[in-house]
């Protein structure tokens, strides 16, 4: 790990760094760090009567891997009609989800006091919105990835078992 990656870990750090994206017309955020790729969409395996924030499983080699569905999560429309165009491959808590996306529009460093705590109004769903910050005219969810997991851990075993 490089140095100036380690410094934005490093507890006490006054910027984030984020990987910016785009479902329909909202734009999100999630820590760089807790990403491990981006790659192109796949064919995914539907799960019949699953949860609705759970899109199916992805297997790209001997794993199998939990696609979350964050359009049903956050109720929007993908803006792409032939699907989502690339997959965020996200590694946090010994845990690899995906995420589709319709595009990833850029690396940001942000510094920690122009994102603003949401109040109880503006924190989304399951309070899994853990920011926002303005960038470019445009404001961005920052997402905890983390309160995602939690929130769908039941969920996300079921369909993997």
Same mark, same amino acid.
């Given at each position: 790990?490089?140095?100036?990656? $380690?410094?934005?870990? *490093?507890?006490? +750090?006054?910027?984030?760094?984020?990987?910016?994206?785009? /479902?329909?017309?909202?734009?999100? #955020?999630?820590?760089?760090?807790?990403?491990?790729?981006?790659? #192109?969409?796949? $064919?995914?395996?539907?799960?019949?009567?699953?949860?609705?924030?759970?899109? =199916?499983?992805?297997?790209?080699?001997?794993?199998?891997? +939990?696609?979350?569905?964050?359009?049903?999560?956050?109720?929007?429309?993908?803006? $792409? *009609?032939? =699907?989502?165009?690339?997959? /965020?491959? +996200?590694?946090?808590?010994?845990?690899?989800?995906?995420?589709?996306?319709?595009?990833? @529009? =850029? @690396?940001?460093?942000?510094?920690?006091?122009?994102?603003?705590?949401?109040?109880? +109004?503006?924190? =989304?769903?399951?309070?899994?919105?853990?920011?926002?910050?303005?960038?470019?005219?445009?404001?961005?969810? /920052?997402?905890?990835?983390?309160?995602?997991?939690?929130?769908?851990?039941?969920?996300?075993?079921?369909?993997?078992?």
């Amino acid at each position: 790990m490089n140095n100036e990656k $380690k410094i934005l870990l *490093d507890s006490g +750090t006054s910027e984030l760094e984020i990987v910016e994206f785009k /479902i329909g017309d909202s734009y999100f #955020g999630i820590n760089e760090a807790k990403i491990k790729e981006i790659i #192109g969409y796949s $064919k995914i395996v539907i799960i019949p009567s699953s949860y609705p924030g759970i899109k =199916g499983i992805f297997k790209p080699s001997e794993s199998v891997i +939990t696609i979350v569905d964050l359009s049903k999560y956050f109720n929007l429309q993908f803006s $792409k *009609d032939d =699907g989502h165009s690339l997959f /965020i491959i +996200t590694y946090f808590n010994k845990t690899v989800i995906i995420f589709p996306v319709d595009s990833v @529009i =850029g @690396i940001h460093r942000l510094s920690m006091d122009k994102i603003e705590k949401p109040n109880g +109004t503006t924190c =989304g769903v399951e309070g899994v919105v853990a920011g926002i910050a303005k960038n470019n005219n445009k404001f961005i969810n /920052i997402l905890d990835i983390e309160k995602i997991l939690i929130a769908n851990s039941d969920k996300i075993e079921m369909q993997i078992s």
